[in-house]
């Protein structure tokens, strides 16, 4: 089987004890940041691909992979026991959560959590490990055309997924792409848009943009807001096991989150979010089993359902980007960039021209969760310690790792003055009610997409039909459209509107 | 007319804005045909459609009834200021000031700045606690990316002629 000896080759690299120390730097952080509300990986990726450049490619990956999959154990503790999500992933948890820990059952939710997150994590990476060599081999047959259909594919199912409004989303995507413009053209060397600053014929440097809007711009909006009361559980947690009663109820829940999960992680634009959200629709739905506590009021499945679509959702999320090179969400997007930075080119060439980063980063994962479920689940209490250390502490500490982290990348401060300035446009689109991660998926994918649709239509003489008149192409675009044309349904519309007030 | 989304109105207008703008600056670069694509043609597509969906937006904000006007409600100013002065200052410290003859003052003094601005931001501000805050920041920093990760960056003040 070539699956297993691709596999024993991963274990090997993942094993060595840099790599697993790596692994666990990620996993730990990861927590670290998924409990703390008001960071999460998309900013904790971006503060640290600075710091990876002097690291080996595979330890980078590994470390930088363990941190998106390792918030959403932590993102779940802070849901269970503060009412507030540590993590966007983990919203839908603190409906449930948080009710079973006033009845004083935190601890079986925690273990639901941990437990559906591990299963779905081990899942999720089989999955990934199995489907990533097929649909390698169907990336070999993608042209310029397939390419830029698929991206938009992935564009308009990132503006589906996300919450508010559509035409606010997809113009987001827009001017994501319009700033991915900026800087010297591949083609002609013609300096676009820079406005006569040197600095800016090389574009925008992602990190500032993911910096300036996610960092400093979510830490504004949460100055802005008055401290709320935070009431932490700490003595309810005893015994974290479930009852006999919890495990016949969760298993079947876990298993559809899982599912539920894997599926939305593959799809472009899903991920760990928008998993979490399906699978707890999913479980409310299903009929209440006589004497089951009512959704909303502690029930166990409320709680393992999401958690394990999240996490099969975030391990899944990696499957377009190494199969095809393209970032499903924004913290894919941060994957890319981390890529690029150690001369890797994502896409179906990486399986092949390195294997070892290819096989490595799978088998990380799966070690990963094992130290996650540990962390997370017997070491409990250091999250809960770390769960009172005030918010006037964090927010400066936090800033001041941006500032280093942006300066260090090119050790430039005109970058520092760039961060500033899209710590201010970041403030003002949250005040706006325009969601950011849209526009940082259009930045990445912005020159791609150009260079793309200019190299399809240089082939087909300027002629527009050929991203419909190649079969693949035209799939690809027609499931698009559909995707569309469904969330504009009027049922699905008010249901999508429905799900994302419940934040 | 009145406004009955505040937060699309100005978003439209962002956009609109902001489409016009690209697509101006586009048009002033070499278009090109579909065939042959000069480094105008996409930024200009591009800047066209973000107009359109800003002015769709902007329109939407005027006619569609919200329940409660989506409002964009008071800017948290304090937040802002010291929030992005914190990080200026920072940048200052580092790479100096050359037009008023401030030469780099470092990492340490930097961290300082940064943590002494940036905790203006919060709610209260206590004098003591902010020293201690960032004596652990530069203490835990240094240790970091100076000893561990090798970072370059110019620690100590640089003094002139030094």
């Known amino acids: ?503 | 007319m009145n406004i009955k989304s505040q937060k699309d109105f100005f978003s439209g207008l962002m956009f609109m804005t902001v489409g016009v703008g690209f697509a101006w600056g586009a048009s002033g670069y070499s278009i090109g045909t579909g065939a042959r694509m000069g480094p105008g043609y996409f930024p200009l597509a591009l800047g066209v459609l973000l107009a359109v969906l800003g002015g769709v937006i902007t329109f939407k904000a005027l006619v569609v009834e919200t329940v409660d006007g989506d409002k964009i409600g008071t800017f948290a100013w304090k937040p802002l200021v010291f929030i992005i002065l914190a990080n200026l200052m920072f940048g200052v410290m580092i790479g100096g000031l050359p037009s008023i003859h401030l030469p780099p003052m470092g990492l340490i003094v930097g961290i300082y700045a940064l943590t002494f601005i940036a905790s203006l931001a919060g709610d209260t501000f206590n004098l003591k606690e902010t020293a201690v805050l960032a004596t652990i920041l530069a203490v835990m920093s240094y240790l970091a990316f100076i000893k561990l990760l090798n970072l370059q960056f110019a620690v100590w003040p640089v003094l002139a002629g030094a």
């Open chain 1, 1 to 503: 089987m070539e699956l297993f000896n691709n596999l024993a080759l991963g274990f090997g690299v993942a094993f060595t004890l840099q790599n697993l120390m790596y692994a666990f730097i990620g996993c730990f952080l990861g927590t670290v940041i998924g409990v703390l509300p008001g960071i999460g990986p998309l900013a904790t990726i971006a503060m640290l691909l600075p710091a990876t450049y002097a690291l080996p490619p595979v330890a980078a990956l590994i470390m930088l992979a363990g941190i998106y999959y390792g918030a959403q154990y932590g993102g779940s503790t802070t849901a269970i026991l503060v009412n507030l999500p540590g993590e966007s992933s983990s919203v839908v948890t603190v409906i449930d959560g948080y009710q079973m820990a006033r009845n004083g059952r935190a601890g079986p939710a925690l273990a639901a959590a941990g437990l559906g997150s591990f299963f779905a994590g081990c899942v999720g990476t089989l999955i990934l490990a199995a489907f990533a060599a097929p649909l390698t081999e169907l990336a070999f047959k993608f042209g310029p055309a397939e390419y830029f259909s698929l991206m938009i594919l992935g564009l308009i199912g990132a503006v589906v997924l996300a919450s508010g409004s559509l035409l606010k989303a997809i113009a987001m995507i827009v001017l994501g792409l319009l700033l991915g413009m900026v800087g010297t053209d591949v083609n002609s060397g013609v300096a676009r848009f820079s406005l006569d600053i040197p600095e800016l014929t090389d574009g925008i440097g992602f990190i500032v943009i993911a910096m300036g809007v996610f960092g400093y711009g979510e830490i504004i909006s949460n100055l802005g807001k008055h401290e709320s009361e935070r009431e932490v559980f700490t003595a309810n947690v005893t015994g974290l096991m479930p009852t006999r009663e919890d495990f016949r109820r969760m298993i079947p829940a876990v298993l559809r989150g899982t599912a539920l999960g894997s599926l939305l992680g593959i799809l472009p634009g899903g991920g760990a979010v928008m998993a979490a959200f399906a699978a707890y629709t999913l479980e409310k739905k299903t009929k209440l089993e006589p004497g089951e506590v009512p959704f909303g009021k502690g029930n166990i499945r409320g709680v393992a359902a999401p958690e394990a679509a999240n996490n099969a959702g975030a391990q899944t999320s990696f499957i377009p980007l190494l199969t095809l090179g393209i970032p499903p969400n924004a913290v894919m997007a941060l994957m890319v960039g981390a890529m690029t930075i150690h001369n890797i080119q994502p896409g179906p060439q990486v399986m092949t021209s390195n294997p070892e980063l290819f096989w490595g980063l799978i088998a990380s994962m799966w070690i990963g969760n094992l130290m996650l479920i540990i962390l997370n689940l017997p070491l409990i209490g250091i999250w809960i310690k770390m769960l009172s250390v005030p918010y006037r502490w964090l927010f400066p500490s936090i800033v001041l790792f941006c500032a280093i982290g942006v300066y260090s990348t090119n050790n430039s401060t005109f970058d520092i003055w760039m961060v500033a300035i899209f710590g201010v446009i970041g403030y003002l689109f949250i005040k706006l009610g325009a969601e950011p991660a849209p526009l940082l998926l259009g930045f990445i994918l912005g020159p791609m997409m150009e260079e793309y649709l200019r190299r399809a239509l240089l082939l087909s003489r300027g002629d527009w039909s050929v991203f419909l008149t190649r079969p693949l192409s035209a799939s690809l675009l027609a499931g698009a459209v559909l995707l569309l044309v469904i969330v504009l349904m009027p049922s699905v519309k008010s249901k999508r509107e429905e799900a994302f007030v419940e934040d």
